[in-house]
């Protein structure tokens, strides 16, 4: 599975953006696709996940009602639209996926196979 991610930029604090990650290659209905990001010295932190191409979306706390995951199952593309930015959500975003992964292991980066390659969110206060 290939990933390319982008849409990064900057932003005020209180702002909007909207992510993409593209997909190609060995997808199926079977396929999570989850967005993780990393802000530096910190931990790679979970953001959202849809599980299994279509099923529940699953969100990280700090982001819980600000950020949406959606998909375009036609385009094999997933969107993560962001709203009222705050400072600490810079961060650069992932997008990743994994073929078998089990809903327990949902919100642990070490658990999906793919990665796509980063893009930068800075939100300015």
């Known amino acids: 599975v290939q990933l390319q991610a982008s849409g990064g930029g900057l932003v005020q604090d209180g702002g909007s953006l909207r992510l993409s990650c593209a997909a190609s290659g060995r997808t199926s209905s079977s396929t999570t696709i989850g967005w993780f990001r990393q802000a530096p010295g910190k931990e790679r932190e979970f953001v959202a996940a849809i599980f299994r191409s279509g099923g529940r979306t699953y969100y990280g706390d700090s982001v819980k009602n600000r950020f949406t995951m959606s998909i375009d199952k036609a385009k094999n593309t997933v969107f993560l639209q962001m709203n009222s930015l705050k400072p600490e959500d810079t961060a650069v975003y992932y997008c990743?996926?994994?073929?078998?992964?089990?809903?327990?292991?949902?919100?642990?980066?070490?658990?999906?196979?793919?990665w796509g390659q980063g893009t930068q969110v800075t939100v300015s206060s």
């Open positions: 990743a996926a994994d073929n078998s992964l089990i809903l327990s292991s949902l919100r642990n980066y070490e658990q999906y196979d793919y």
